[in-house]
């Protein structure tokens, strides 16, 4: 953000809509759905975002724009995974929800697994006469 003001520094409303591309009214929105985008509020209820703040709003619109989300599956990636791993997504860095995933899976359950695709891949044949 090219605003002339530290890195660290607060920043409106409006500068973070511009920033993002995105209007005041969707930043307003998202933060009643969700609880973890929680920018400061001064006496006129004015608000400023933090760096932090920006980079989960970020994460949160890539979440939504870029792949497609609803708000519910936005907020439910955001609890599973949490509140750095969405920020990480407005840098470029991929999830790590599928390497975990894919970890987690133990070899004798990775078996079945395998046996249970190959069978759908055998009825799928039969169905069909593909061998693709």
């Given at each position: ?9 607060f920043r409106t409303i ?119």
């Amino acid at each position: 953000m090219s605003s002339g003001k530290s890195d660290n520094a607060f920043r409106t409303i409006s500068e973070v809509a511009e920033a993002l591309a995105v209007k005041p009214h969707v930043l307003r929105f998202w933060e009643s759905k969700f609880d973890e985008i929680q920018p400061v509020k001064r006496a006129a209820g004015r608000r400023y975002y933090r760096p932090e703040d920006v980079a989960l709003i970020a994460g949160i619109k890539h979440l939504l724009h870029e792949q497609g989300m609803t708000i519910k599956g936005a907020q439910k990636h955001l609890k599973e995974n949490g509140v750095s791993d969405v920020r990480a997504l407005a840098s470029g860095d991929k999830p790590k929800v599928e390497n975990t995933a894919l970890a987690e899976i133990s070899g004798d359950r990775r078996s079945k697994l395998e046996a249970a695709r190959q069978n759908l891949v055998q009825a799928r044949i039969l169905l069909t006469g593909e061998d693709n």
